[in-house]
């Protein structure tokens, strides 16, 4: 069983900062990739960020270039870095592992950003 319960989120102005925190117990994060999904009223949950167990990243295009997904073994927890934020941004963010068959997923985040 893993745990997952990220904070951080809240109300910024266009152009802005946030960082996200996901703090994970149960098991120790340094041995699975680890993942960040948003999700919009109305829309599907979307992939933001992952970050392998040797540490390599990715992202899809709509958050490259602005958005740094990093992780720290030693405090089990995994950061989202979220720069240059836009309207588009708004959502509820979610931190997410996958493993032994199971997606486990924390209770998500809120992040709005106004224009």
């Known amino acids: 069983q893993v745990q997952l319960v990220e904070s951080g989120g809240g109300l910024v102005q266009a152009g802005g900062s946030l960082r996200l925190s996901c703090v994970a117990s149960g098991s120790t994060i340094s041995l699975y990739p680890m993942r960040w999904y948003r999700q919009a009223p109305g829309k599907q949950r979307d992939w933001v960020a992952t970050?392998?167990?040797?540490?390599?990243?990715g992202y899809p295009d709509s958050v490259k270039g602005r958005f740094i997904i990093s992780r720290d073994n030693a405090k089990n927890t995994v950061y989202l870095q979220m720069n240059s934020l836009k309207p588009e941004d708004t959502a509820v963010y979610y931190c997410?592992?996958?493993?032994?068959?199971?997606?486990?997923w924390g209770q998500g985040t809120q992040v709005t950003v106004s224009s």
């Open positions: 997410n592992c996958y493993t032994n068959g199971v997606d486990y």
């Open positions: 970050i392998s167990r040797a540490g390599t990243t």
